[in-house]
């Protein structure tokens, strides 16, 4: 159904072809974001999952772009009588619009997609390295509806927080505090990577720290367009909010980023490390979002100064929990997003009747009490939906399509499993990584054929996996430890000795570890398939003689 200029709906769509074709800009610009968080999320993880988060939010636009276009923009900013309420939108399904009033129309639903997206992506990096890719795309369009409901309250022209007087210009809670929260909710069901916390939480290395830095590159740029974008036109005053709002949001980030750095030198070594900069930086343009066109300069500051400070303090609140949160979406975005509410309760300055403070101010402007419960109350309803809505639409998708991939497939790697991209030093075992990796050790796919050219250990692996299930082992040596591991259908002897070889903090090193154990089924079954995700270090020290050495091998994310 067609959206009428008759119904109150229209109010949404009651732009200038000035405010259309700011909008319709800002939109263009929003969806670049979709690259910031695919290069921010992939350079996170793992080398053998970076395709496969790239393409996580190409669905993300896609599949709940799909859904949204049918249905969600109706349950957004539908207005048709007598169904439509405080809390859900009905009517203008499939979005179209005669010639009278398209412009304002499609440049509304081009600028709200983009936020809708937005949404569904911050999902994507919490559920990242043992997230099924068809459940994924399955879950991508079931979101549509985890957004919109929220937006329908705080930006639909009678939604019910919007009317108790809520304010949230540009998403600190209607997107980024959903998200996380959802996020957090589909890392809890998930479960975390094989072996996450084995050997304790501290954060993983970075797959590609390089890709870290230009995702919060394009995101920068993205949100000066998310925020600015959102007064919604530059006609009237409109303009000069917008450009409050684009500083505020720059000056905010400065704050986030200052905290960073503070935050770093105030650790032994004093050493940068890339996310302690970018998550603090990311987390105060969450912040300042919710107030942007309503905060002075230096109000901003402040505010990106408590977004980054809030940031870095609940950075081990997932791992606390043992949540797994590859990208740290929930410090960032879930505790972001709430405190980005609250600051508007406290610095948002009354706007004179331009129609974003809703007549009122925050505590620090002589604005009392009220707002700030209403904020709080916001928080809540919000942060209430999204958990219980999420964890719903996960269990139906999950009776559908198991949400959790098999672990031999996320030892392989997601880009392997569900795109067939074969990467370089990527994918590959940790009995080859590990063991293969060490000068003395020769493992046991050295005698296999070599596919193709650009990831021969892979391809081995690949290639030897179901026979190494069928055939003797070959034996292992070095020094005074040796596995012997034979009888068909990968039976193990237990044959290991114990030699002055150690895994820090572990005891003996145990060959089995690493090697695994061939099953029945064809597949390795590796226990540290789980530490293929850790990043701890081993210590060889073998003794012969008068010789000593001592190595150490570092077990990254970069190496499977």
Request: glycine letters at 10%.
């Amino acid at each position: 159904m067609g959206v009428s200029n008759e119904t109150e709906s229209a109010f949404v769509f009651d732009l200038t072809w000035d405010d259309a074709n700011w909008i319709l800009t800002a939109s263009f610009i929003i969806f670049t974001m979709q690259t910031g968080f695919g290069m921010l999320e992939s350079g996170c993880v793992s080398v053998k999952n970076e395709a496969n988060i790239m393409m996580k939010n190409v669905v993300d636009v896609v599949f709940g772009g799909t859904t949204y276009w049918l249905f969600g923009f109706s349950m957004s900013f539908g207005n048709d009588p007598p169904y439509s309420s405080p809390f859900l939108g009905f009517g203008e399904y499939a979005v179209d619009a005669d010639l009278s009033i398209m412009g304002p129309v499609f440049a509304s639903f081009m600028f709200q997609l983009s936020f809708a997206t937005t949404a569904t992506t911050i999902v994507s990096g919490t559920m990242a390295e043992r997230c099924n890719f068809k459940s994924y795309c399955v879950f991508s369009m079931l979101n549509t509806v985890v957004y919109c409901i929220p937006a329908r309250w705080v930006w639909g022209p009678t939604g019910f927080l919007h009317d108790m007087g809520a304010i949230d210009i540009a998403g600190s809670g209607a997107v980024h505090l959903l998200g996380g929260v959802s996020g957090y909710v589909a890392a809890y069901m998930l479960g975390p990577r094989l072996g996450r916390y084995d050997r304790g939480t501290d954060p993983l290395p970075l797959g590609n720290p390089t890709s870290c830095i230009v995702g919060l590159y394009i995101l920068w740029w993205g949100w000066l367009a998310f925020n600015s974008g959102s007064t919604f036109g530059i006609s009237g005053v409109k303009w000069k909010f917008a450009a409050r709002a684009a500083t505020s949001t720059m000056i905010a980030s400065i704050g986030g980023g200052l905290t960073g750095a503070a935050w770093t030198l105030a650790k032994p070594g004093k050493i940068f490390y890339v996310m302690d900069i970018v998550n603090p930086v990311l987390g105060s343009l969450v912040a300042v979002t919710a107030g942007c066109a309503l905060f002075h300069t230096f109000d901003a500051f402040v505010v990106g100064i408590i977004g980054g400070t809030t940031v870095l303090l609940t950075s081990g609140f997932a791992d606390w929990t043992r949540v797994d949160d590859p990208v740290g979406a929930t410090p960032v975005h879930a505790f972001g997003g709430f405190v980005g509410l609250i600051c508007v309760a406290l610095f948002a300055e009354d706007d004179k009747g331009a129609g974003f403070s809703n007549g009122r101010a925050g505590l620090f402007r002589g604005g009392g009490t009220y707002l700030l419960k209403v904020q709080l109350f916001a928080s809540l309803c919000i942060s209430v939906w999204a958990a219980a809505i999420t964890f719903v639409l996960l269990w139906i998708t999950n009776k559908l399509i198991p949400i959790r991939m098999e672990p031999h497939e996320e030892l392989l790697g997601a880009d392997f499993v569900e795109h067939l991209v074969r990467r370089r030093n990527a994918g590959i075992s940790a009995a080859l990584s590990v063991v293969g990796s060490h000068p003395e050790i020769v493992h046991v796919t050295d005698a296999a054929a070599t596919i193709g050219q650009t990831n021969p250990r892979h391809d081995r692996l690949l290639n030897k996996m179901q026979e190494l299930n069928l055939r003797r082992w070959s034996r292992i040596k070095h020094a005074t430890t040796a596995i012997s591991i034979f009888k068909r259908k990968a039976k193990i002897a237990n044959v290991v000795k114990q030699s002055n070889q150690t895994v820090k903090g572990t005891g003996a090193f145990n060959y089995i570890d690493y090697l695994g154990v061939p099953d029945p089924d064809g597949w390795m079954v590796n226990p540290i398939l789980c530490r293929s995700t850790g990043h701890e270090s081993i210590q060889f020290t073998n003794e012969t003689g008068t010789r000593n050495v001592n190595r150490r091998l570092r077990v990254s994310q970069q190496k499977y």
